[in-house]
């Protein structure tokens, strides 16, 4: 695929078929992925490919986390309130997925449904975890850096018929995810990608998403 309709057709996936992804297929994009730019080459990134049974574990485990209302505890700390006009972008993703399921802002039943259904990680067979080094010197440039081959990694598979959602929620309860991966205490965990073949009729798959114009974000300076 041409790279401008990878980037403007790439979308976060929020249903996905239950197929596994195989296994060469991901060893293929993450090998391309590696060329990813980063802070002098550095390449801080640590990624560990979760299926099968340890990735149910620790679904199941990240749900009963919030189904008993644990508060996050992020190893990075999450905004926790946007101002204008990040705040209008932010509460149009909500609406945007609620009305593609047909979920009334009133319909607190279905909301919490669909917020358990996310720290499921929408059924993806895959989950990609991306750590950095607990030592780095500058935990802003390393997470720079993970957004880098993150995005590369969400491209890649859009070009190779994957679907993938970057998912906060994976890393709000770090130790839930601890608790299934190796050697992770030296480690900070930034961020998850789910990754699956996407059910491509489901709405919540196709809502519209809107971008800000050139002039809200761009300032020419000539
Ligand atoms: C750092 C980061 C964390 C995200 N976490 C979540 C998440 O936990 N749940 C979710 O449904 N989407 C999550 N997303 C997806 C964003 O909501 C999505 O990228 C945004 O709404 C733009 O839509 P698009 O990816 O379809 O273009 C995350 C995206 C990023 C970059």
């Not at 991901?26 to 391309?32: D, G």
Request: proline content about 7%.
């Amino acid at each position: 695929m041409d790279i401008a309709e990878v980037v403007r057709e790439r979308r976060s996936i929020r249903k996905f078929k239950p197929d596994p992804v195989p296994e060469g297929l991901l060893r293929e994009i993450l090998a391309a992925a590696r060329w990813s730019p980063s802070w002098g080459n550095t390449q801080p990134w640590e990624l560990y490919v979760l299926s099968g049974e340890p990735l149910d574990r620790f679904k199941t485990a990240n749900c009963a986390r919030l189904d008993e209302g644990s508060a996050a505890a992020p190893d990075i700390r999450m905004p926790e309130q946007w101002t204008e006009p990040l705040k209008k972008r932010y509460g149009a993703v909500g609406k945007g997925v609620l009305a593609a399921l047909g979920i009334a802002r009133d319909d607190t039943k279905g909301r919490t449904e669909q917020t358990r259904t996310m720290f499921r990680l929408f059924d993806a067979p895959c989950l990609i975890a991306a750590c950095i080094d607990k030592r780095s010197s500058s935990l802003e440039y390393a997470m720079l850096d993970v957004g880098l081959i993150t995005q590369t990694i969400c491209l890649l598979a859009h070009d190779r018929g994957l679907g993938t959602c970057i998912m906060a929620c994976a890393v709000f309860y770090p130790s839930a995810l601890r608790a299934v991966l190796p050697d992770t205490e030296d480690k900070l965990l930034a961020v998850g990608i789910a990754v699956g073949y996407p059910e491509r009729d489901a709405p919540i798959n196709g809502f519209a998403r809107e971008r800000a114009p050139l002039e809200e974000t761009v300032v020419w300076v000539k």
